[in-house]
């Protein structure tokens, strides 16, 4: 299952500047290479003019103007792409910038140019045509093509590897960004390009300090000696510092002296203060969650933050690291982190949880994300070794006939087709196929996929419903939005706008002869809609948390079986969130209820909520716990309605009802007994999802989601609790499910 768009990873945004604006600026050349307010598009263009706009992870980014003259290795389309270009003989025999002063005069002027050339490219990146395509790529990339040299000898060109890299400098660009946390797959190149641009930061700048870290000290270790080392060793001279101590340093690569930038003016000496040190060092740092406290960096590369395991954890330091890139609100430094994902129970969640704080459609006030990251995530079809064609790009499917890779091997295979085949091998070993979606994900949700084990809930649902949902584009099924009061005054009529930046998930809105359907009954406010659906919601009581580790607010809201313009037993709203006060939180979860028409099922044990609807005089929409008639209730529960958490029967019946909801209504009923099947549940709300498929009964706080989505269920089937006669207490089993094989078994 896979949409049009699944393989497209960047697009190019046609006419996003004013072309009479685009015109007179580049003519003048006044693009500023950064952060754009204006146009809200981060600028990696260098000289001071503008060409294409192109989005990648929902970042705009703006890139240089294709020159007159581009580049080519072959007049002939077929024979254009990437190559490596030599370096001179005559210039190998040259270690340091005082041998090159020594040379005569002649030696210098034949090759000064070639020189100049390489600081330019090193700094403005660089175009080459590629299959008949004039292809741009940035200084960092150019520098990791041309001047890295790795395990196997120079890297392959990639077309994944250019759009991480022209990411990462719209990264160091923007004010407002501490770097990327980048999810990738296994042997994707990021511990080479991380090596890579930490040697071209670290031989750049003057008076700074360059870190390295990973899943452990040793690894960081590994990083240093093995990769970082030796591409500063075999730097040209041109672009070399001399070092401070010995050649194969342990622990920190000094650099004393600069190596000048060589033009034809200063090409035949050097003058006096372009001799002083750089004074900068590159080193690695043991696993902690205080390393680098108290340091100052201008690059930090983190790789393999989504290993970290207890006690260590990745949240933490960075909450920690993030202090060594600022000086009060002024970012001086970036981050470049990068990773596969252990499975979430294994350090996994940290990193997910710090992966999707990095979202750059969410911000703050000052403009930034949660986590002051950049989050990029390129799926492994476009970044697997042996479908890569001599051009970079992926082999997606099985070609007509075989390709020839960029390893000079032929390709006769494509990568979906080679990922689909080993996922249907591993379909009677859960565990395994789950290890290889972590290490070859195709959607984020593969990336962050957890280990199979006995779960409360169907799994094999659970997660057919994920990948079906990853298959879609989700963005014709769900909308962003917020609620407010029209004209901002309270108890009038609520309207729903999308907002991308609003709190609010919804697949459905009610048509207009639906919305704010209030009912008033003895001069009491009732939804018009309870026949339509309910509401569920867990709630919290106080603004602030210690140390911001509160649990979100949650709300869902679930149609029933009906007859109106509306779907029929499906959630259409999901609301997770903590806003910067509860009362914003109360006001927003009435105006969702006010709206949609539909009453809410609350837990009691945390009143504020359920005293914000009472006081605003709407308690006829708050439900009364559906497990007691009217008279059993306590003086409080007929005062504001709502159900206690805290009974052991309530519990298995709240766990119950997403049971039933599961087999019912996610994934495919093989059975055919509620629906064809071949048929795919609808339920949109991948945060929901996850949330059911780690759902711990013994611990449900950790659970939002899961609270509320069960007690809308409850509201929807509240009959169902009511007592019997004869019997004070409901008695509702559910069962707990074996995953370990390609479908869920009951364990009875």
Known sequence: ??????????????????????????????????????????????????????????????????????????????????????????????????????????????????????????????????????????????????????????????????????????????????????????RSGFSFMGSSEAVNSGTLAKDSRVGILSKTGSDAKKMFTDKVVPIANRLPFFFKPIQDGMDKPKTELAFRVPASKITKKNMHEVANDEMEGLDTTIDWKNTDDNSYDGEKLILLVHDESGKWIKPNNILNNWRVTKTCLRLGSKIIGKCMMGSTSNALSKGGSNFKKLFEDSDVDTRNANGQTKSGMYALFIPMEWNMEGFIDRYGMPVFKKPLKPVLGVDNEMISNGAVDYWDAEVSSLKNDADALNEFYRQFPRTESHAFRDESKSSLFNLTKIYQQIDYNDSIILDHHVTRG???????????????????????????????????????????????????????????????????????????????????????????????????????????????????????????????????????GYRGYSLNRPDKIFNKLSKTEKELGGIPNSSEDVKQSHASAIESYIEKYIGLDMSGAYRDSDEMGMMPFAKTLEDWARFDINNRTKFDASISSGLAIMANQKHVYLPEQKQSKISITFGKYNNKGSISELLR
């Open 482 to 616: 917020s609620f407010h009061w029209r004209d901002g005054q309270q108890d009038t009529q609520v309207i729903f706008s999308p907002d991308r930046r609003g709190r609010f998930l919804v697949s459905w809105v009610p048509n207009k002869n639906l919305q704010n359907n209030v009912l008033l009954k003895r001069g009491l406010k009732y939804p018009g809609n309870e026949h339509i659906g309910s509401f569920g919601c867990d709630s919290y009581d106080i603004s602030g948390t210690v140390g911001g580790k509160g649990s979100n607010g949650s709300l869902h809201g679930l149609t029933k079986f009906n007859m109106d313009e509306a779907p029929s037993t499906e959630f259409f709203l999901e609301y997770i969130a903590r806003p910067q006060t509860a009362e914003i939180f109360f006001e927003e979860v009435l105006m969702a209820c006010i709206f949609y028409g539909m009453p809410i099922l609350c837990e009691n044990n945390k009143p504020r909520l359920l005293y914000h609807f009472k006081n605003r």
């Open 1 to 186: 299952m896979q949409n049009e768009g699944q393989n497209k990873i960047y697009r190019v945004v046609k006419d996003y500047v004013p072309k009479g604006v685009l015109s007179k600026k580049n003519g003048v050349r006044s693009w500023l290479y950064g952060y754009n307010e204006k146009y809200d598009f981060v600028n990696i263009s260098k000289t001071g003019q503008l060409g294409d706009i192109v989005e990648i992870s929902g970042l705009k980014v703006g890139l240089p103007p294709q020159p007159k003259m581009t580049p080519q290795r072959h007049k002939t389309k077929s024979q254009q792409y990437w190559e490596r270009e030599e370096f001179p003989k005559e210039l190998k025999r040259i270690n340091s910038i005082f041998q090159w002063n020594e040379m005569p005069s002649t030696f210098k002027d034949r090759w000064v140019d070639y020189i100049e050339s390489e600081f330019d490219r090193r700094d403005e990146g660089y175009w080459f045509m590629n299959e008949g395509e004039p292809t741009y790529m940035t200084g960092s990339h150019y520098m990791y093509l041309q001047w890295t040299s790795i395990d196997v000898g120079y890297p392959d060109y990639r077309e994944a590897n250019r759009i991480f890299f022209i990411f990462w400098e719209a990264c160091k660009a923007d004010k407002r960004s501490f770097g990327m946390t980048y999810l990738k797959i296994r």
